[in-house]
Nanobody
Framework: QVQLVESGGGLVQAGGSLRLSCAPS????????MGWYRQAPGKQRELVAT???????NYADSMKGRFTISRDNAKNTVYLSMNSLKAEDTAVYYC??????????????WGQGTQVTVSS
């Protein structure tokens, strides 16, 4: 069974920075696109950023310039560097990835979420 394991969330003051990491546990064959989404209290889950296996990135407009998504294919890890954090960035951040297990098809997986709280 594959699980996406996230880390790096926490409490930070407005204007501060955090870096989230996410990697699949278990044996995998390959990784496709990976990404980050977030869900604030009382709101729907929204796109933060995605990155293809080739490194092509896509960002939600409100994240451009402050957030950077990257990946290390050797480590099967995706990162989200968040700078100039604002109180409205407070949310649970979820990792998403297309993962192919050995002997299986490519499937979509979600992490359990990591809380990011920005104090003003």
């Amino acid at each position: 069974q594959v699980q996406l394991v996230e880390s790096g969330g926490g409490l930070v003051q407005a204007g501060g920075s955090l870096r989230l990491s996410c990697a699949p546990s278990g044996s995998i064959s390959s990784l496709g696109a990976m990404g980050w989404y977030r869900q604030a209290p009382g709101k729907q889950r929204e796109l933060v950023a995605t990155i293809t296996s080739g490194g092509r990135t896509n960002y939600a407009d409100s994240m451009k310039g402050r957030f950077t998504i990257s990946r290390d294919n050797a480590k099967n890890t995706v990162y989200l560097s968040m700078n100039s954090l604002k109180a409205e960035d407070t949310a649970v951040y979820y990792c998403n990835a297309a993962v192919r297990r050995i002997g299986d098809f490519m499937r979509d997986y979600w992490g359990q979420g990591t809380q990011v709280t920005v104090s003003s």
